[in-house]
């Protein structure tokens, strides 16, 4: 839908930002595919990202039309004019770095040791991820950040399982991308979660956002988990985002009812503010946070 185009737009866009002022020297790069021409300008205004334009995957034998999503990632590989690449899904928000602590994190992924082409970084799933696999030794891997070594022969690999497929380990797996990644990286090498402290939040606890200096470097905003499973108004848009940062209830159904659901919001909302005014007015526009719903929208 068009809310969700922006949606996703405008959190890439938040992204990077975020990402240019706690690394600015570090060159940022968003892999894109058939974008239209109001998404480029929101990903570059400001330069925030430079843009890789990937193919379109026609839809092969595994999964139907989610072979697409299997594939998503497999460009990575092909970013071969940098030794190393730190991915980061597009829904990633991190935290502001008033203390500095979120570039020692970062640099402390970018100074672990290359292990080689074949052994990237992931966060590992909890044991009993796959399906009749409950064994701690049946790993699979996050795919949600990814410290890697780009080379053509791995990405050449990573698309030819998906036109034919080793054996039926492959769909064990939960999720769709993490399917093809834990089959083709049997030895990867696992991230401490303690390196970069992601919070998953699906709308329900996220104390650990509170406070001067959250215990949290990034919060994963799991933008389709509210649009698929909870029917309740998203914080990323709508008038209840326009109540919450007035300080006033919303009259409509929505799963913000503590003091850090209204400081994610407000986090979000500062973060966009600090776009480059032609984006963050587009992405308030066609977000629906609009301040003059107030009145209609908020009790008290």
Request: some cysteine; aromatic content about 12%.
């Amino acid at each position: 839908s068009n809310s969700d185009f922006y949606m996703y737009a405008c959190a890439a866009a938040s992204l990077g930002l975020a990402l240019m002022q706690i690394d600015p020297a570090r060159p940022r790069v968003a892999l894109v595919t058939g974008l239209t021409e109001e998404a480029r300008d929101i990903l570059t205004d400001g330069g925030i990202w430079d843009l890789v334009d990937v193919p379109p995957w026609s839809i092969g034998s595994i999964g139907g039309k989610q072979s697409i999503a299997f594939e998503r990632k497999a460009a990575l590989w092909d970013l071969v004019s940098y030794e190393r690449v730190l991915y980061f899904d597009s829904d990633a928000f991190p935290f502001p770095d008033k203390s500095g602590q979120r570039l020692e994190r970062l640099e402390s992924i970018w100074q672990l040791e290359a292990l080689g082409k074949w052994h990237p970084y992931f966060f590992m799933m909890p044991p009993g991820s796959a399906r009749g696999k409950s064994s701690p030794e049946y790993a699979c891997v996050q795919s949600s950040h990814i410290l890697l070594e780009p080379d053509p022969e791995v990405s050449a690999r990573y698309r030819a399982i998906l036109q034919d497929p080793p054996n039926p380990i492959f769909a064990s797996c939960n999720g769709n991308d993490q399917k093809i990644l834990s089959n083709l990286f049997p030895h990867f090498a696992a991230l401490r979660k303690d390196l970069w402290r992601a919070f998953k939040y699906e709308g329900t606890e996220c104390d650990v956002v509170l406070g001067e200096e959250p215990a949290v470097d990034e919060i994963h905003l799991y933008f389709h988990k509210f649009k698929a499973r909870l029917n309740v108004q998203p914080f990323w848009g709508g008038d209840c985002t326009s109540c919450i940062l007035e300080g006033k209830t919303c009259k409509y159904p929505n799963s913000f009812t503590r003091p850090c659901h209204k400081k994610i919001v407000e986090l979000w909302w500062e973060r966009l503010m600090e776009l480059p005014s032609k984006t963050a007015s587009m992405c308030v526009r066609h977000l629906g946070a609009n301040l003059d719903n107030a009145d209609k929208a908020c009790y008290g």
